[in-house]
């Protein structure tokens, strides 16, 4: 009997399985060509768009239902991009139709054609030559008429020419002054700004990435304010050179708009941003134009390390240590991770930089898997803040802050210099408590009989908010168990410092920064210009401890770090010191010096001590001195098996019988199932399943044969259920 060709589509459902359709009608061929391409095929009483994995055939083709039609002519993923997605999928253990399906920008994924990749750009109309000199004098939109006189300026330039110019666009567009052309993509170059000699050290590392040959892993470990920037820089150069492209890994969306100004100043040529900040068009295009390799340096949040790059020639990851870079629902991937392996794969540098590495790659460097890259000495004139731990106990706080603090705050403002008082907790406060039972406002959804998990005060004590589920409240009048009108807020966050500093330095500027501030598109680069370089205060989140660079800026006040140093999370230590070596490094980064202050009630904890007068890399080898005596990450691999129902029983029960499915004489061990550290969230009751083993094989090993056990238990249809590969949290 003669056998029919078959596609082998992967589809972005939950099920570790692929699926065999015949071809489209028309089309009763299928090769390796098709592989990589997009296919819209039938899927019980719906269509779902998937991508063609592979192909075969059948001597039953009446089993099989038809493809509906191509999405594409050619492969949209193929090659090392492919490659390197299956890898993922088969490393996170995850079904690899989600996994091609995360890799895409939405349009793509609901089929939609690859966009057109030309750039836009402004140029000014006959009647914006003859009525431009009736503009105002300085203001915004003169300011861009002036710019555009002498000929068009591409979209992704006008940002580093002129701040806001999008609000001067459309004030010059209803005058007809201006109108929006098509352009090539890059064909409105910029002159490429000269940037400073580097010191020796810089040098150096900028010698070993230019030189290096194919894949090889670099981790860049430089102190705050030592230049890593201007290392990223000259090596991207060097890459453009070669005619090669590049891909920045930033860990937040806020530092986009500073980074990608000063990148297109320097290297003169439009640079794309990719971030979740976009609309689905503008990342479908920017996605687009990197796999035609127009768009030839690249700068985005975690999702962008899935940007084709058909002529790679250069990986970094800025501040990899930070958490942002993780996944935490769907696919449970690390961007660094996986930026590596797509280093690997595509045979070019990766670049892992950071002044407060993580302990994994200190001790892959450590060990010689990576290039270790030490950059010791701020760049300039810069020297490194000097640091105060100031005792609080028995001191008198106004909402937070003692009489010590808030004099070095007015001696710097009337300097003339700028201040962070620095807070990572959002809202006016984390508790509203009724004075005389002591009743707080717990999250209904969120909470258990052993476990409240309150809601956090916001809007100056007038609304309540989960951080965990979302769900908001009013604040009662009166306490819900006593009747009592003493309810008061308990505790600091960054609204309450923003109304206190407020009100004791009137005269100045106070800007708080954190994600409630932070949602629009460019709100903190704004907030940021702003200030501008007049004395005043800034008031934020861990936001403010990435990467900023604010020359004006002399004092940071830590406020309130006890919280983490006492924690049952293994990273806590890890985390506190990254956190308070990232924030301390925005002081003094210019020719003004820094001082960093600290506020504690525990000023002889090891932690600060370690810190303070042996820095960060001192704590790095304590920490990881423990680690290896404890059996955790880097020296063991875990795997987190978690569960949600709405009753606990169903979600203990599809974890012990996981548990039962694991052979006793596995060298994997398996702790659980037990309560998460957060055991309900959004009305769902949440237990995990942790799995440890010292080897990565075995734990690989006992995931591949466990696995297929799992998605068939009964217990299964109650819950809902993920697997997390070296997870960061183990909330």
């Known amino acids: 009997?003669?056998?029919?060709?078959?596609?082998?589509?992967?589809?972005?459902?939950?099920?570790?399985?692929?699926?065999?359709?015949?071809?489209?009608?028309?089309?009763?061929?299928?090769?390796?060509?098709?592989?990589?391409?997009?296919?819209?095929?039938p899927f019980g009483n719906r269509e779902l768009v998937g991508v063609v994995e592979g192909t075969g055939a059948t001597d039953a083709p009446a089993t099989l239902r038809a493809a509906l039609e191509w999405c594409d002519g050619q492969p949209l993923l193929g090659g090392e991009l492919l490659a390197s997605l299956r890898w993922l999928a088969r490393y996170a253990h995850a079904p690899l139709g989600e996994v091609l399906a995360t890799a895409l920008p939405a349009p793509l994924r609901r089929g939609e054609p690859l966009p057109e990749t030309q750039d836009w750009a402004w140029t000014l109309t006959e009647a914006g030559h003859l009525g431009r000199d009736r503009l105002r004098a300085g203001t915004r939109p003169q300011r861009l008429a002036e710019l555009l006189a002498t000929g068009a300026v591409a979209e992704t330039l006008l940002p580093s020419h002129l701040d806001g110019w999008r609000e001067a666009c459309r004030a010059l567009l209803k005058r007809g002054f201006v109108q929006r052309v098509a352009i090539a993509a890059g064909a409105v170059p910029a002159h490429p700004l000269a940037g400073p000699v580097p010191n020796p050290q810089q040098q150096t590392a900028i010698d070993a990435l230019t030189g290096a040959d194919g894949f090889q892993p670099f981790l860049l470990d430089g102190v705050t304010g030592?230049?890593?920037?201007?290392?990223?820089?000259?090596?991207?150069?060097?890459?453009?050179?070669?005619?090669?492209?590049?891909?920045?890994?930033?860990?937040?969306?806020?530092?986009?708009?500073?980074?990608?100004?000063?990148?297109?100043?320097?290297?003169?040529?439009?640079?794309?941003?990719?971030?979740?900040?976009l609309n689905d068009g503008e990342r479908a295009r920017v996605w687009a134009a990197a796999a035609r390799g127009e768009a030839r340096v690249v700068v985005g949040t975690r999702s962008a390390v899935f940007t084709p790059l058909p002529q790679a020639g250069l990986l970094i990851v800025d501040e990899e240590h930070d958490g942002s870079y993780k996944q935490q629902d769907g696919i449970r991937y690390h961007a660094r991770d996986f930026a590596l392996v797509r280093g690997k794969a595509l045979g070019v540098p990766v670049v892992l930089g950071s002044a407060t590495p993580s302990l994994e790659s200190l001790h892959n460097a450590r060990a010689g898997r990576y290039t270790h890259l030490r950059l010791q000495q701020r760049a300039g004139d810069a020297r490194p803040p000097a640091v105060r731990v100031f005792d609080v106990r028995k001191r008198p706080l106004q909402d937070g802050l003692s009489p010590d603090v808030l004099a070095g705050i007015a001696q710097h403002l009337q300097a003339g210099n700028q201040v962070l008082v620095f807070k990572n907790r959002r809202g006016y406060a984390p508790v509203l408590l009724c004075h005389d039972c002591g009743w707080t406002?717990?999250?209904?959804?969120?909470?258990?009989?052993?476990?409240?998990?309150?809601?956090?005060?916001?809007?100056?004590?007038?609304?309540?908010?989960?951080?965990?589920?979302?769900?908001?409240?009013?604040?009662?009048?009166?306490?819900?168990?006593?009747?009592?009108?003493?309810?008061?807020?308990?505790?600091?966050?960054?609204?309450?410092?923003?109304?206190?500093?407020?009100?004791l330095f009137p005269e100045h500027p106070v800007l708080r920064i954190d994600r409630g501030t932070t949602a629009r598109r460019d709100a903190l680069a704004q907030t940021l210009a702003t200030l501008g370089e007049a004395p005043g205060i800034l008031v934020g989140t861990q936001i403010l401890a990435k990467g900023h660079d604010l020359p004006r800026l002399t004092l940071v006040v830590v406020v309130g770090i006890d919280e983490?140093?006492?924690?049952?999370?293994?990273?806590?230590?890890?985390?506190?010191?990254?956190?308070?070596?990232?924030?301390?490094?925005?002081?003094?980064?210019?020719?003004?010096?820094?001082?960093?202050?600290?506020?504690?009630?525990?000023?002889?904890?090891?932690?600060?001590?370690?810190?303070?007068?042996?820095?960060?890399?001192?704590?790095?080898?304590?920490?990881?001195?423990?680690?290896?005596?404890?059996?955790?990450?880097?020296?063991?691999?875990?795997?987190?098996?978690?569960?949600?129902?709405?009753?606990?029983?169903?979600?203990?029960?599809?974890?012990a019988a996981v548990r039962q499915a694991i052979p006793a004489t596995t060298a994997v061990e398996h702790y659980g199932p037990m309560p998460a550290p957060m055991p309900r969230r959004a009305g769902f009751q949440r237990t995990q399943l942790l799995l440890s083993a010292p080897q990565r094989r075995a734990l690989h090993g006992l995931l591949d044969a466990l696995l297929p056990q799992v998605y068939p238990l009964p217990q299964a249809r109650r819950v809902r259920w993920s697997l997390d590969v070296d997870p960061v949290d183990l909330y």
């Not at 009608?25 to 997009?38: E, L, Y």
């Open 564 to 655: 983490g140093l006492f924690s049952a999370d293994f990273r806590a230590s890890e985390k506190l010191a990254q956190q308070l070596i990232q924030v301390a490094g925005r002081a003094g980064r210019a020719d003004r010096p820094g001082e960093v202050w600290l506020q504690t009630h525990h000023p002889d904890n090891a932690l600060l001590h370690t810190l303070v007068n042996g820095g960060y890399h001192a704590f790095a080898d304590a920490e990881l001195a423990q680690r290896e005596s404890a059996g955790f990450p880097p020296f063991a691999h875990l795997a987190l098996l978690r569960a949600e129902a709405k009753q606990v029983e169903h979600a203990n029960a599809f974890l």
């Open 441 to 503: 406002a717990p999250c209904t959804r969120c909470s258990t009989p052993l476990h409240a998990t309150p809601m956090t005060v916001h809007a100056g004590g007038r609304r309540l908010q989960c951080h965990h589920c979302g769900a908001r409240a009013p604040v009662p009048l009166a306490c819900p168990d006593c009747g009592s009108l003493a309810l008061q807020p308990q505790g600091i966050g960054t609204e309450r410092l923003e109304e206190r500093l407020l009100q």
């Open 1 to 41: 009997m003669p056998f029919c060709p078959t596609l082998r589509v992967a589809l972005p459902v939950p099920l570790p399985q692929t699926f065999d359709y015949l071809p489209p009608a028309g089309r009763p061929a299928a090769t390796a060509d098709d592989v990589g391409r997009r296919i819209r095929v």
């Open 226 to 277: 030592s230049g890593k920037t201007e290392v990223y820089l000259q090596a991207i150069a060097h890459c453009l050179a070669q005619g090669r492209q590049a891909l920045v890994l930033v860990p937040e969306i806020g530092l986009t708009p500073q980074m990608l100004a000063r990148f297109r100043a320097r290297l003169g040529i439009p640079v794309q941003a990719l971030h979740s900040g």
